[in-house]
């Protein structure tokens, strides 16, 4: 590679996600629900009020109790002493999964959101956060959708005000249908005998008491819906269609004019403050799971965690290389990905966390640009003295043109960026401080919410070639067509073109090869590992 060829490296969250850091959407959300629910549990004068006076209740207790410990102490038995347990379910599932794909290997170690919440309530309110959120004309919409249950996104949204209330429905009607008794079977006050026949009723196979019945009912929900979780994971893309609601994207997640926002100011004040929340907490979030990571503990070096990379995707970039007859091709040949994956130039890290700068820690040169802001910036700019001051920035990209009243404006990522004063990147054409430069992206899904920066680069007229490490053969798939979205037909087509002869950038992509797994235990007995 010419020394006159700048090494542009751009990331995202699947470059996160090689550390074994759970930085994704989904895991965030099970964040904020559990957030939610602890928030319920231990604020609600409701829950306080019924385990209080309910002489019915599954949970029996010393008659000795003073009735005003009665709450502490269910609290502590069926609650605060069961985070441990439930921790320890996920984790031996988690085990298990990783067994079926990684024999021999160790498990990076996991937190189940709950422990991680507790890491954050010492210094942060969050859970209270959680709850304020879910309470917002954002938070209203979002996980109406995100949860598709009615029942349990009712139970969420308990009504922690009026406990005389709910104790009068609690003790007289017998109706699983009726909220109350409902809400007490999903926190674990009562037994019910549950229809699974029924689609208006809560479908679960388990009873257990407190925690350990909503935790149930909650992970099992998200195991019979994980298509859905994933579509609503695409937060820029939904809040594009909240905001512009597109057509196309109306019918994408299959929702109907009642089910988006009806805009004036109270509603209009409602979504920003969710959005100002949401970034809060992902802030947060985000923190606690990654400001104690060790690269070189997980990994011996922050050199050996890129030359993984390599390796797991170097038979396919040579395979693809040799059948186009370009075994030579810049940034192609071998050698030349390590290369700069170990030194690039240039991070556009489009991630919120700093684990790219704690894998490049000492290389001074490298210069990182944080694209939508960052957990732990320097310094935090924010025009409102009573807003919520993060720097991260989730917004969506209007790469339709759909018609937005201008008070809709400042939910556009751009315009976010720019109020948040975070790091910007454009190459401008007439550029003269770079001659060419090479573009490798992994971790990046190319979706059109970004399409401002990776358009700019994919068109530049500098640009040499450009390589993109995908995950698996879908995600090449979906990579090439959201890439084919951004781009007009002449300027992918001639992308596409390769050949020794060709004039002009090249996009080439390689995918990580499936590793060889090792023998399962049971089938290494009587072996050993010694030289033959």
Known sequence: MSNE??????????????????????????????????????????LRTIITNDNNLKFKLDSEVPREELFQKYFDEKINNKIQVIANIQKEKEKIEWEKEHHGENLLPSKHPLEILLEIEKEEAISEWCRKLIETEFGQKFFKHLLKSPYLEEALRIDLSNPSEWLLGY?????????????????????????????????????????ETITHIYESHLEKNLNNISLW?????????????????????????????????????????????????????????????????????????????????????????????????????????LEFLKNPD??????????????????????????????????????????????????????????????????????????????YFRLKPDNNTVLTFDLLIIGHSCCTADSDIIGNLLTHKKLHNALILCHTKDDLISINNNIKHILDPETYGNLMTHGPNKVGPSLFFAVEQPKQNKEPPEERKGQTDEPQ
């Not at 060829?5 to 964040?31: A, H, M, P, S």
């Not at 809400?183 to 009562?190: E, T």
């Not at 989730?394 to 404006?409: A, C, F, S």
């Open 5 to 46: 060829t700048q090494k542009i490296l751009l990331i995202g969250n699947g470059f996160d996600l090689r550390t074994g850091v759970k930085t994704t959407f989904r895991e965030f959300f099970r964040f904020v629900i559990y957030g939610i629910i602890w928030h319920n549990y231990l604020k609600s004068e409701v």
């Open 171 to 211: 003790n007289v009607d017998n109706n699983l249908k009726d909220k109350f008794l409902r809400w007490s079977v999903i926190y674990g006050l009562k037994e019910a005998i549950v229809d699974t026949k029924e689609d208006d009723c809560i479908s679960f196979d388990y009873l257990g008491e407190g925690l």
């Open 233 to 337: 994971s695409d937060v820029e893309t939904v809040i594009e269609l909240l905001i512009t609601k597109d057509e196309k994207l109306k019918t994408k997640y299959n929702v109907k004019n009642d089910d988006l926002p009806i805009w004036n100011d109270e509603t209009l004040k409602s979504f920003s403050e969710g959005l100002d929340i949401f970034e809060f907490i992902l802030t947060n979030y985000l923190k606690a799971i990654t400001d104690k990571l060790d690269i070189e503990e997980r990994f011996g070096s922050a050199s050996d965690f890129l030359e993984s990379i390599y390796k797991a995707h170097e038979d396919s970039m040579l395979m693809r290389c040799t059948l186009r007859s370009l075994p030579n091709a810049p940034l192609m040949k071998q050698g030349d990905l």
């Open 346 to 423: 240039m991070v556009i890290n489009y991630n919120y966390t700093d684990i790219a700068k704690k894998i490049y820690k000492g290389k001074k040169d490298i210069k990182h640009v944080h694209i939508n802001g960052q957990i732990n910036p320097e310094l935090i700019f924010n025009p409102s003295k009573e807003g919520l001051k993060t720097n991260i920035v989730i917004g969506y990209t209007n790469h339709n043109n759909n018609d937005v009243p201008k008070e809709l404006y400042h939910f556009e990522k751009s315009c976010r960026r720019i109020v948040k004063n975070t790091e």
